[in-house]
């Protein structure tokens, strides 16, 4: 569930192409959106709530994939299973940027959900 727009989730300035600076600005602004993620620990053992952690996906995509699937009560064949684990894989989103899109974390505010290689120079 998205937290109620309002001045303190809003970003103070446009985005301007460079999304790790966009994340430094939005996480200093984000003290009530932390809170409320925080809250979902709380439900972590209802039926309807399932944690899926980063870590999780780098070390076992297929695996992470299956338990999502069975989760939401989606039946996957092998070959199903291997060609969503492609299709999903940080590779194939890495070198397939026109498939990935973009994200919206504010209204109207869209980033790319992928990085280039300028990007990924920065972080070196």
């Keep these: ?11 103070s300035s446009a985005y301007n192409g460079d ?8 996480l200093h ?15 972590r053992h209802q039926d309807n709530v ?7 996906l780098k070390a076992d995509l297929p695996g992470q994939i299956r338990r999502m699937a069975d989760y939401l009560g989606i039946s996957l064949t092998s070959d199903e299973l291997e060609q969503v684990s492609h299709r999903c894989s940080f ?3 890495r070198n397939h940027p026109e498939m990935v899109g973009e994200f ?11 990085r280039t ?3 990924d120079a920065k972080l070196s």
């Design 50 to 56: 399932l944690f899926v952690h980063y870590a999780d």
């Design 117 to 119: 290689s300028e990007q």
């Design 91 to 93: 590779d194939y989103m």
């Design 19 to 26: 999304p790790y600076a966009f994340f430094q600005e939005w």
């Design 29 to 43: 602004r984000q003290e009530s959106f932390f809170k409320m993620v925080a809250s979902y620990w709380d439900r």
């Design 1 to 11: 569930m998205r937290p109620p727009a309002s001045q303190e989730n809003e970003p």
């Design 104 to 114: 919206d974390i504010f209204e109207g505010t869209k980033i790319p959900v992928y």
